[in-house]
């Protein structure tokens, strides 16, 4: 509990040197063998949060650490060595704030070796510990965000392969009952997949989002009404909104649920009832960021949407691992992914999330880019898909096999490879109507060989499909030429996906 956790040279001593310069040196205190305090400076009263005029002295030291058995820990370790360097001391300061400081110990003793006193050397490194973690915490969002990416990006191609061919045996399958519940069985399971897999592409910032610029006063109002219909008896529930707050640029529909998944896992933590106030307001981020805040946010203007939590007490631990997958599920009552996919959709959408806990009370912020308000108008689309022929290009087999059969059903010519170069000699020697690429082949993007083939058939309709976010490449084309198919997706809506462009 009391050994140095970091050496020389290490960022711990870059921390001690920032304390130097911001603390204005070390605060320096002298307790008794026992815990009180014989003696203290004026830098150790401030550091501490003191009122003015206090006297430290005849204080139980106690009263400061976090966890008071670790005050018996240490002076045992300085009666043995007579000296500690470098201890990292979890405080509390007089108002109940907390207080990281590192701490070097002296004992002093008489003449039969008994310990006396000791003397304390206090440096606060609060601020910098913070700036530390959240560093840590974000390194490791990305690392494990990379990881569940990937991991629901190869399970949607299962999913769609489990989907389709349920799918497809259900149009073809006999109406024995007990194969049409087991079909019924599967499909419903498949769907449950897909909508895990979708949280996990959240938390890995590579879900298909359809951002558009919205009100955020209209989504605030929509959670509110239906947390006061939902839990109105049990949480006090309101709104503190600025009139004039700007729009921004989101997926509206997953930035609700966004909120709605913050507000239920607060309400879980708040047994005893409480109150959920959501707050906005517009923020302008300048250079002075910085001096005010422990994390960087790029300079520019933003709407502020805060959720206040009060009667939700977070510790430490909590605060820092709020946002990780699995953390704090109870009992499964919750989705364990819900706070790690709002995590991933606030960063996936440009914007910044971080929590604050304070005394019974804790604090939501998300920042969103502020953005002009744009629409576009619906499209109505015709039915009979018309005859024509498809080139299918997907590195996966078992998709493939799914597509090709799906396509065949449907009436049209199919044509089928398992990579870019396969596909570009198949289409030398074809006509083609339709390309259905996988976004992510072996060698080249799919995304990609589907433009470039846009230049021997200027009138082909491109039907990209995978996993992750819709591909820029995309978005540069018209919607009638070209359209993103997210997996996993079922064999009637890929079908009706490719009809609908061929009749544009």
Not at 383 to 393: E, G, K, M, N, Q
Not at 420 to 439: F, H, K, P, Y
Request: aromatic share 6%; charged share 25%; hydrophobic share 45%.
């Amino acid at each position: 509990m009391w050994a140095a956790k970091d050496g020389p040279g290490t960022g711990l001593e870059q921390a001690l040197r920032l304390s130097r310069l911001d603390e204005g040196g070390a605060a320096c205190v002298t307790i008794s063998a026992g815990g009180r305090v014989l003696e203290c400076d004026p830098a150790a009263a401030r550091m501490l949060r003191m009122p003015a005029g206090s006297d430290l002295r005849d204080f139980d030291v106690r009263r400061f650490f976090r966890h008071p058995d670790q005050l018996t820990e240490t002076i045992r370790a300085v009666q043995v060595t007579g000296l500690i360097e470098n201890w990292d001391g979890d405080l509390v300061t007089f108002d109940g704030s907390p207080l990281r400081a590192v701490v070097n110990l002296v004992g002093d003793f008489d003449e039969s070796r008994v310990l006396v006193a000791v003397r304390a050397s206090l440096f606060n490194i609060t601020e910098w510990s913070r700036v530390h973690e959240r560093k840590l915490l974000a390194q490791r969002f990305e690392t494990v965000g990379r990881l569940a990416g990937g991991i629901a990006h190869d399970f949607n191609n299962l999913l769609t392969v489990i989907s389709g061919h349920a799918e497809c045996l259900a149009m073809t399958a006999t109406a024995d009952p007990a194969t049409t519940r087991s079909l019924t069985a599967i499909r419903e399971s498949a769907a449950r997949g897909a909508a895990l897999t979708q949280r996990l592409l959240a938390f890995g910032r590579r879900q298909v989002l359809l951002p558009r610029s919205v009100d955020p006063r209209d989504l605030i109002l929509t959670v509110e009404g239906d947390l006061r219909r939902t839990f109105g008896r049990r949480i006090a529930v309101g709104v503190d909104l600025d009139p004039t707050v700007r729009s921004v640029r989101v997926d509206p529909e997953q930035l609700e649920r966004a909120l709605g998944t913050i507000a239920a896992h607060s309400i879980d933590a708040m047994p005893r009832g409480g109150a959920i106030t959501f707050r906005m307001r517009d923020l302008t981020v300048d250079a002075a960021w910085p001096q005010t805040h422990s994390f960087a946010v790029a300079e520019g203007h933003y709407v502020t949407i805060q959720t206040v939590c009060a009667g939700m007490t977070l510790d430490r631990d909590a605060e820092h691992r709020i946002f990780e997958p699995f953390h704090g599920r109870r009992g499964g009552s919750r989705d364990a992914l819900g706070l790690a996919a709002v995590f991933g959709l606030i960063k996936q959408s440009g914007g910044y999330i971080w929590v604050d806990a304070e005394p019974a009370q804790t604090v939501f912020t998300i920042l969103l880019a502020a953005e002009p308000v744009a629409t576009t108008a619906p499209r109505i689309l015709p039915l009979d898909p018309p005859a024509a022929t498809v080139l299918v290009v997907d590195d996966d087999d078992d998709v493939r096999g799914l597509l090709v059969s799906v396509l065949k059903y449907e009436g049209y010519s199919v044509l089928a490879a398992s990579s870019a170069e396969q596909g570009s000699r198949l289409s030398e020697t074809n006509g083609i109507d339709v390309l259905v690429a996988d976004v992510g082949l072996n060698g080249v993007r799919g995304d990609e060989f589907a433009v470039a083939l846009l230049g021997t058939y200027p009138d082909m309709k491109l039907v990209c499909i995978s996993g992750d976010s819709e591909p820029g490449t995309l978005r540069a084309l018209a919607p009638d030429r070209a359209v993103f198919l997210e997996k996993p997706f079922s064999a009637r809506q890929f079908s009706e996906q490719v009809g609908a462009l061929l009749r544009q």
